[in-house]
């Protein structure tokens, strides 16, 4: 039986951030450091929603629609914040160019250092729902920019995340849909060091 918590995660360098919302609006947050312990503490969620992708281009399905209209409704201004996640055979990879030679093979095409350097979590997320099959009907993948752009009345951000801009105009529209926003953002902010987590991990959770 689900219990009625959402969990927003995104990667951070010291694994995986989480903000999970419960009954009234009760807040837990934190840092796991693999995405299966996170499993293990919140299967019984109703979902988890995760900034990765989920479900990877193949020799049959080369291109994600997810991904082009993701693009779409980013563009012109933060389409390129969606990029192609490499295929599961690239995963394996021990270099970036071997990781390319892989995809080219698969996909026609080469991958991104951006895909290149989360194709680790990319990993662990996959391997998560091989061994676990009912925790496909729980994570969910989502992408914080376009979870901005929807709150924003379908306006893409104005300006890139990392940013003193960017990270200011996403606060203020978190800020109007979940008052705790600032508060979980200052805490987290406290409890770790930007060597573990940064400011825009705890944005791209929240509003997962």
Sequence with gaps: ??????????????????????????????I????????CTYSEARFILIDIPIGLPSREI??????KAARQVLSPKRHHSIFSPPCRDALTANSYREACRINQNVCDRKISKQAWHISRKIKEVDD???AHPVAREIVNETHPEVCFWAL???????HYKK??????????????????????????????PRK?????????ALVN
């Design 1 to 30: 039986m689900p219990i009625d918590k959402y969990i927003g995660v995104d990667g951070c360098k010291a694994g995986w951030f989480f903000i999970a919302i419960g009954p009234d609006d009760a807040l837990e947050f934190g």
């Design 32 to 39: 796991f450091t693999t995405i299966e312990r996170l499993w």
């Design 62 to 67: 080369k291109t994600r629609p997810c991904d």
């Design 128 to 130: 998560l729902l091989t």
């Design 152 to 158: 924003a009345h379908k306006e893409p951000m104005g």
């Design 163 to 192: 940013s003193p801009q960017g990270k200011a105009e996403r606060s203020a529209l978190l800020d109007k849909y979940f008052e705790k926003s600032s508060a979980v953002i200052n805490s987290a902010l406290g409890r770790y």
């Design 196 to 204: 573990q987590l940064a400011q825009d991990d705890i944005l791209d």
